[in-house]
């Protein structure tokens, strides 16, 4: 399984390094992936919300992932980095509802969620974000659910900021199985918290 993270100036950095080193745990403890951090534009470096400047692997367009995970940060800001920003350029969410149609598994963490909905991709189905983002999500299509993270098979979102952790510890559960997940949560010495929705 190949998973890729999408970058961008202005992301939240533990939106993607939480979920990035439960997956790299995840491969160590012998389930079968590869995690790369990726950019739409194909950009080597990006710079976080917090000044974090993050090197990526490459173009997203370069790759096949079979799972994409998109990061929030800045939603509520409203300026020119960030979610919000990717948001209203549309190229993050564009590249997400290409993705999605061509059979790729995406998940959104914290307001990366917001992306997922500017995509289309949350219209009909339940959903979360970040608590700030809420009544954003709520004036969309989507079926806002309260719980930590919502699993709708091919889509998954989590609510804030270390919500992140918690949707890919579910998800190395959901696809490689309890010892595996067990492992990870050992060595990181975190446990999940919250609820879990899934149909």
């Known amino acids: 399984m190949e998973i890729v993270i999408l970058a961008f100036d202005g992301f939240d950095e533990l939106d993607a390094i939480g979920p990035f080193e439960v997956f790299e745990n995840a491969a160590l403890a012998g389930a079968d992936l590869t995690t790369a951090i990726r950019t739409v534009d194909g950009a080597e470096r990006v710079t ?5 400047e993050v090197g ?8 096949d992932p079979d799972v994409l995970l998109v990061p929030g940060g800045g939603w ?6 960030g979610a919000w920003a990717e948001a209203e350029r549309g190229a993050i969410p564009d590249a997400v509802r290409d993705h999605h149609e061509r059979g790729v598994t995406v998940a959104g963490v ?7 909905s500017r995509a289309g991709i949350l219209d009909g189905r339940p959903a979360v974000t970040h608590a700030g983002a809420l009544e954003d999500l709520r004036a969309t299509e989507a079926e806002v659910v309260d719980a930590r993270v919502v699993d709708d098979g091919d889509v998954l979102t989590a609510g804030g900021v270390t919500s992140g952790l918690d949707l890919a510890m579910h998800f190395v559960e959901r696809e490689f199985g309890a010892s595996v997940a067990r492992a990870v949560r050992t060595e990181m010495e975190y446990e999940p918290t919250g609820t879990v929705h899934r149909l």
């Open 56 to 63: 990526a692997d490459g173009a997203l367009s370069k790759a």
């Open 110 to 116: 914290c307001t990366g969620g917001m992306l997922l």
């Open 76 to 81: 509520n800001a409203r300026n020119d980095e």
């Open 48 to 52: 976080a919300s917090h000044g974090l």
